[in-house]
């Protein structure tokens, strides 16, 4: 069975920096496109990072600049490095793995980011 375990949320305050992770189990993780999602209460989920098996990286533009998304696919590991938080960055945030050639896909369970003074 496959999982996505994300961690490294928290409650910062702005302008502080956090760095999530997550480790999948059980994937050809280096086939996997990685992303980040994020979602607030009665929103839908939106994308904020994904990055390709290739390293290739796009970034949602309110996150450009700030956002880093990285990934060890010896570790099995994708990260998102986050700096100069903001409030509105302020949600759940969600791994997801997607391998589009062959049409899986998969969630973690999510990690609180609180961005807050």
């Known amino acids: 069975q496959v999982h996505l375990v994300e961690s490294g949320g928290g409650l910062v305050p702005p302008g502080e920096s956090l760095r999530l992770s997550c480790i999948g189990s059980?994937?050809?993780?280096?086939?996997?496109?990685m992303r980040w999602y994020r979602q607030t209460p009665g929103n839908q989920r939106e994308g904020v990072a994904d990055?390709?098996?290739?390293?290739?990286?796009h970034y949602e533009d309110s996150v450009k600049g700030r956002f880093t998304i990285s990934r060890d696919n010896t570790k099995n590991t994708v990260f998102l490095q986050m700096n100069n938080l903001k409030p509105e960055d302020t949600a759940v945030y969600y791994c997801?793995?997607?391998?589009?050639?062959?049409?899986?896909?998969?969630w973690g369970q999510g990690t609180q980011v609180t961005v807050s003074s």
């Open positions: 997801n793995a997607i391998w589009s050639e062959v049409y899986l896909e998969f």
């Open positions: 990055i390709t098996p290739g390293g290739t990286t």
């Open positions: 059980n994937l050809s993780f280096g086939h996997y496109t």
